[in-house]
Nanobody, 129 residues
């Protein structure tokens, strides 16, 4: 049985940092692209960041570039999202998932990603003073 379990969410002041973790069980992480998504109150779920297997190419949504970093620890079957300089608009429930990355046909760089097959249940992040 495949499970993805998030942790690390919480309440933080603007400008603060959090590190989200996603522990993967029942599935070997190394061959699988993975990522993070979030859903703000009253809004749809959006892709925040994804990382490919193999080449470790990454995708970040524009609003988090320079502030968030995705990383994977294949030997321990865990991946992370380091979130710095958090803003109130980062508030939401954060989900980890196995993903597929879509690439720009000219640059071949990831231009977005979407979740497939397996999702965690989410961890809430609230950025507020």
């Amino acid at each position: 049985q495949v499970q993805l379990v998030e942790s690390g969410g919480g309440l933080v002041q603007p400008g603060g940092s959090l590190r989200l973790s996603c522990v993967v069980s029942g599935l070997l992480l190394a061959p699988v692209p993975v990522g993070w998504f979030r859903q703000a109150p009253g809004k749809g779920r959006e892709a925040v960041s994804c990382v490919n297997n193999g080449d470790y190419d990454t995708y970040y949504t524009n609003s988090v570039k320079g502030r968030f970093t995705i990383a994977r620890d294949n030997p321990h079957n865990i991946f992370y999202l380091q979130m710095n300089d958090l803003k109130p608009e980062d508030t939401g429930v954060y989900y980890c998932a196995t993903v597929e990355l879509l690439r720009d046909t000219d640059t071949m760089q990831p231009r977005t990603c979407y979740g497939i097959d397996y999702w965690g249940k989410g961890t809430p992040v609230t950025v507020s003073s």
